[in-house]
């Protein structure tokens, strides 16, 4: 059983930065692999960003390629969204999912643990 917490959603301006935080509970969390998804109102859930479980490798969407950068610490138990020049389409609920296996997917139902989802708002 994995427990996921998001923090550091938030208001942001129109090119501005945020960085948010996945803190993961569980002795297991290194075998997982994470990503981060979003969901805006009256849309679907999309993918964001995934990581390897060891963060030999990231996949990204087209949408936050060159803007967004995903990483983990396993030694805290925790998976990281930095995002730059966010833009008001980004504004969104953004969830953390870990998947049990080493490589993350695209689509949400391959994983299996989510966390409760932190609200970013972009102003323009």
């Known amino acids: 059983q994995v427990q996921l917490v998001e923090s550091g959603g938030g208001l942001v301006q129109t090119g501005g930065s945020l960085r948010l935080s996945c803190a993961a509970s569980g002795r297991t969390f290194a075998s997982y692999a994470m990503a981060w998804f979003r969901q805006a109102p009256g849309k679907e859930r999309e993918f964001v960003a995934g990581i390897r479980w060891n963060g030999s490798s990231q996949l990204y969407g087209d949408s936050v390629k060159g803007r967004f950068t995903i990483s983990r610490d396993n030694g805290k138990n925790t998976v990281y969204l930095q995002m730059n020049n966010l833009r008001p389409e980004d504004t969104a609920v953004y969830y953390c999912?870990?998947?049990?296996?080493?490589?993350?997917?695209?689509?949400?139902?391959?994983?299996?643990?989510w966390g409760q989802g932190t609200q970013v708002t972009v102003s323009s």
């Open positions: 999912a870990a998947r049990d296996g080493y490589s993350p997917y695209a689509s949400p139902e391959n994983y299996d643990y």
